[in-house]
């Protein structure tokens, strides 16, 4: 029986919990916990989530997919890899067991696609998501850029799981995103979101690009999303690369959008960034009166800057 590992952590709100650190050995249950409390400006804010590591890599092939420096030391790289039904399920019960009374979320995209097990017998959605039904404490949360959304048709209830869609304006997806078309990741969350299944959609990583009509494009994203169906919470991530990400990128076109060394990486630089967010922000205020908006993996400054309170981020990870 795997053992149940708690840990003190500080919140954004100044208190304190005992949460959930890892289940077992961490291959499987683990929490993100590589970004410290933000004590200065500069400092990124992104909230402690449960990961759900059942499976590695991705089947889609984004120039700047972080896993491809992130998996860079196994022998198959950032090759799609689920791991054992068994050892998913038991380190689930036994979450599922814990003393812990904390609602969370469990981030199945964080370090494979989660929809990228459809293939598999029985598909990684009828395996879990019946799983997650008998607890009510725990939600799963289906990151993707799939579309292969026909098995999760099928599955009731489903009231214990959120999906959310990874979307980019088309200029950049067609550049430098290798999977299927956003228009039929909208399609897809369309679908999802009438079946009624919480949907959510990150548009992530933002490219001032093409440069004179990224505008544009990013508003007509938008304007798609809500002409189809009206997300949860969006949440909104600019362009950044690890060196170990540029590293093994074949296509390294993008990086040269990357002039801002920061403590997460390069990055577009503050002011151009800033005004990318500032952008879709002020168009969903103001073309879809939705403010349900968060920053993904951005300083204290960059909240600030906005006018959004980092302290109540209500980002994709969370609850």
Same mark, same amino acid.
């Given at each position: 029986?795997?053992?149940?590992?708690?840990?003190?952590?500080?919140?954004?709100?100044?208190?304190?919990?005992?949460?959930?650190?890892?289940?077992?050995?961490?291959?499987?249950?683990?929490?993100?916990?590589?970004?410290?409390?933000?004590?200065?400006?500069?400092?990124?804010?992104?909230?402690?989530?449960?990961?759900?590591?059942?499976?590695?890599?991705?089947?889609?092939?984004?120039?700047?997919?972080?896993?491809?420096?992130?998996?860079?030391?196994?022998?198959?790289?950032?090759?799609?890899?689920?791991?054992?039904?068994?050892?998913?399920?038991?380190?689930?019960?036994?979450?599922?067991?814990?003393?812990?009374?904390?609602?969370?979320?469990?981030? !199945?995209?964080?370090?494979?696609?989660?929809?990228?097990?459809?293939?598999?017998?029985?598909?990684?959605?009828?395996?879990?998501?019946?799983?997650?039904?008998?607890?009510?404490?725990?939600?799963?949360?289906?990151?993707?850029?799939?579309?292969?959304?026909?098995?999760?048709?099928?599955?009731?209830?489903?009231?214990?799981?959120?999906?959310?869609?990874?979307?980019?304006?088309?200029?950049?997806?067609?550049?430098?995103?290798?999977?299927?078309?956003?228009?039929?990741?909208?399609?897809?969350?369309?679908?999802?979101?009438?079946?009624?299944?919480?949907?959510?959609?990150?548009?992530?990583?933002?490219?001032?690009?093409?440069?004179?009509?990224?505008?544009?494009?990013?508003?007509?994203?938008?304007?798609?999303?809500?002409?189809?169906?009206?997300?949860?919470?969006?949440?909104?991530?600019?362009?950044?690369?690890?060196?170990?990400?540029?590293?093994?990128?074949?296509?390294?076109?993008?990086?040269?959008?990357?002039?801002?060394?920061?403590?997460?990486?390069?990055?577009?630089?503050?002011?151009?960034?800033?005004?990318?967010?500032?952008?879709?922000?002020?168009?969903?205020?103001?073309?879809?009166?939705?403010?349900?908006? !968060?920053?993904?993996?951005?300083?204290?400054?960059?909240?600030?800057?906005?006018?959004?309170?980092?302290?109540?981020?209500?980002?994709?990870?969370?609850?």
């Amino acid at each position: 029986m795997p053992k149940v590992h708690v840990h003190e952590y500080q919140m954004f709100s100044g208190t304190r919990k005992t949460l959930i650190k890892q289940i077992g050995d961490g291959s499987i249950i683990k929490r993100f916990d590589m970004t410290p409390l933000p004590k200065t400006a500069y400092d990124i804010v992104c909230p402690h989530f449960l990961e759900l590591k059942w499976a590695l890599g991705c089947p889609f092939d984004c120039a700047w997919c972080y896993l491809k420096g992130s998996l860079r030391h196994y022998p198959r790289g950032k090759s799609f890899t689920p791991k054992p039904y068994s050892k998913i399920r038991a380190h689930l019960m036994q979450l599922f067991r814990s003393l812990s009374s904390e609602p969370e979320v469990l981030n !199945a995209g964080e370090v494979a696609d989660a929809l990228g097990g459809e293939h598999l017998r029985p598909p990684f959605s009828k395996f879990t998501i019946p799983l997650f039904q008998k607890q009510d404490r725990f939600k799963l949360l289906l990151l993707t850029k799939s579309n292969a959304v026909n098995n999760l048709l099928d599955i009731n209830p489903h009231a214990r799981v959120i999906v959310s869609f990874s979307l980019n304006a088309e200029p950049v997806a067609e550049r430098w995103e290798h999977a299927p078309s956003v228009r039929s990741r909208i399609e897809a969350a369309k679908r999802v979101f009438e079946a009624g299944y919480e949907t959510r959609i990150r548009i992530d990583p933002i490219v001032p690009y093409p440069q004179d009509e990224w505008q544009r494009h990013y508003k007509e994203l938008v304007d798609n999303v809500f002409s189809e169906f009206f997300p949860s919470r969006i949440t909104l991530g600019s362009l950044r690369g690890l060196q170990s990400t540029i590293n093994e990128a074949q296509d390294k076109s993008w990086v040269d959008y990357l002039t801002e060394p920061s403590n997460w990486g390069r990055r577009i630089p503050f002011d151009l960034r800033r005004e990318t967010f500032a952008t879709i922000i002020d168009h969903l205020q103001k073309r879809h009166n939705y403010d349900s908006v !968060a920053l993904c993996k951005e300083p204290v400054l960059m909240w600030d800057s906005l006018g959004m309170d980092w302290r109540k981020c209500n980002c994709n990870c969370m609850w």
